[in-house]
């Protein structure tokens, strides 16, 4: 009875100490491994890599139009959306709004400031703002202005695939019982959306070309 009961441990001892292997079955299961760890760093890579081309394609274009010292139109302004576009290789998925702002009374202060919107204008059809829809949407992202001080704020924005998609769509229920599909991290499809705000450097303002009274 004694020998019996010890059979198990001798077994599993011969086994642990067992150093014979088969080279194709340890390819077959550490190789999905392998290529998991080796695509996941080229993904990060690739998004910081697309998300730095981003913010850097809105500074580009920014310091551009503060330097203007005439009047733009809606040709320029495609023309910006494609050097854009260029530099960070978005391709049709890119899309620039410029809004010129100005601030009119209390200007010294984040929670009274009055802000005005000059004009603004965007491409890619998209939706341009009123002084209500700025304050609401970018008032946070403008810095203090001197009382009749112009700042050009330039949104840009730009779709991003990464290299890697995992194939699984895997669903989970959350608290509330509704479906959900678990979040790969930085492993999908994003848009990368950055404001950035300047002043004009030779010219008080920024004009758009029909806007009247309007004077760079």
């Not at 500074?59 to 203007?68: G, K, N, P």
């Not at 260029?86 to 802000?115: I, P």
């Not at 700025?134 to 403008?142: A, E, F």
Request: with cysteine; glycine share 4%.
């Amino acid at each position: 009875m004694d020998r019996i009961a010890h059979m198990p441990r001798f077994d599993m001892r011969r086994f642990l100490d067992e150093e014979d292997a088969s080279l194709s079955v340890e390819l077959v299961l550490i190789l999905p491994l392998l290529l998991w760890g080796f695509l996941t760093v080229i993904t990060i890579f690739d998004v910081f890599r697309a998300r730095t081309l981003a913010l850097k394609g809105n500074y580009a274009i920014s310091d551009l139009l503060s330097r203007e010292t005439q009047s733009i139109n809606s040709s320029y302004l495609t023309g910006i959306d494609s050097v854009f576009s260029y530099l960070t290789q978005g391709g049709d998925t890119t899309w620039v709004r410029v809004t010129q702002v100005y601030c009119v009374n209390d200007c010294a202060s984040n929670e009274d400031r009055e802000l005005e919107v000059e004009w603004s204008r965007a491409t890619a059809g998209q939706s341009t703002y009123t002084t209500a829809e700025m304050r609401q949407s970018l008032l946070r992202s403008i810095p203090l202005l001197p009382s009749g001080q112009y700042a050009i704020v330039v949104e840009t924005s730009v779709d991003y695939s990464p290299p890697f998609l995992p194939p699984l769509n895997v669903f989970y229920r959350d608290d509330n019982g509704a479906s959900r599909q678990i979040n790969w991290g930085i492993m999908k499809r994003n848009t990368f959306h950055d404001i950035v705000v300047t002043e004009p450097r030779f010219a008080p303002r920024l004009c758009w070309s029909n806007v009247a009274g309007c004077a760079p």
